[in-house]
């Protein structure tokens, strides 16, 4: 038996304003909302709408809570899937989850689907390193969806990536995933507004912009889930001491934590280099 599709389709109610920072990246991004909420006003001019765009960054800065958002503003659905899920043992799943996923977002237009970690099928087919007919087979196939679309049909494709290097540069033709937005790791500011969002959930102590803006700090390097990690954690502690609200100390241990998480994850990834 063919295993399932493994894509989801959700109604987003996240919005902008559950992504702190990436002004720049919502401003670009914000251009597909108007192209999906009011198509018309550029195909009356002439104008070939964008099928899509690659989102580009580290790990954890929001690609997805991003694309999330963009469904939410426009007030569209949303099917997101990871191209590794793409990638089976089985010959054929690959192509055959591609075709699946664009029939059922094309029944459901208007809508955006996101494809995380899209290196996981996109590599170059040039690039060195053994020949894998199923990676290639389902990349051609995404290739072949996207140019059978409309620009009229009003799916919008994101995919992310923090390798834009190895893409096989079909993907990036016009037509295909023509633009590109930058998804930067959080500066100070960043961290601190971030910390904003995710502190508003937890219990605290004292005015939640002091806090914010200390924690901030305390923690350059960190993604975005890192610090709702953060947020997360420190509640945890305040909740294993029986406290009711969640102190400036809870959230210098759960940094520690959270750093310690990080440095585990990094030597692991060293040594499978
Ligand atoms: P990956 O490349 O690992 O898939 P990603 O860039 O897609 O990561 P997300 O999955 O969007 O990262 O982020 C993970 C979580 O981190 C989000 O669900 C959110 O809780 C938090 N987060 C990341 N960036 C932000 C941000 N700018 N504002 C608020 N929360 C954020």
Redesign the pocket.
């Known amino acids: 038996m063919m295993p399932k599709n493994k894509s989801t389709k959700v109604t987003s109610k996240t919005t902008f304003k559950?992504?702190?920072?990436?002004d720049e990246a919502k401003e670009e991004i914000m251009e597909f909302v108007q192209f999906l909420k009011n198509p018309q006003k550029y195909t009356k001019l002439g104008a070939r709408i964008p099928k899509g765009a690659i989102?580009v960054?580290?790990?954890?800065?929001?690609?997805?809570?991003?694309?999330?958002a963009t469904a939410g503003e426009a007030g569209v659905a949303f099917f997101t899937i990871?191209g590794s899920d793409f990638i089976e043992m089985f010959v054929g799943v690959g192509p055959s989850r591609v075709r699946e996923l664009f029939k059922e977002a094309r029944a459901s237009a208007p809508c955006i689907i996101f494809i995380?970690?899209i290196d996981a099928v996109g590599r170059s087919r040039s690039r060195g390193g053994f020949h894998n007919d199923e990676r290639e087979n389902t990349l051609n196939q995404l290739l072949v969806e996207m140019d059978g679309f409309s620009s009229t049909s009003n799916v919008i494709v994101f995919a992310?990536?923090?390798r834009p290097d190895v893409l096989d540069s079909a993907l990036l033709r016009p037509g295909r995933f023509d633009r590109q937005i930058y998804?930067g790791a959080?500066d100070i500011k960043?961290r601190k507004?971030?910390f904003m969002?995710?502190l508003k959930n937890v219990k605290i102590e004292g005015e939640m912009e002091e806090l914010a803006k200390q924690l901030a700090t305390l923690t350059p390097g960190f993604?975005?889930?890192?610090?709702?990690?953060v947020c997360n954690e420190g509640a945890l502690i305040a909740a294993r001491r029986e406290a009711e609200i969640a102190t400036f100390k809870d959230f210098e241990k759960a940094i520690e934590r959270v750093l310690v998480g990080l440095e585990r994850k990094s030597r692991i990834l060293s040594a499978e280099e």
């Open positions: 559950d992504v702190a920072g990436l989102l960054g580290p790990p954890g800065t929001g690609k997805t809570l991003l694309a999330k990871s995380d970690e992310g990536t923090n998804i959080p960043g507004d971030i969002v995710h993604s975005g889930a890192d610090i709702s990690n």
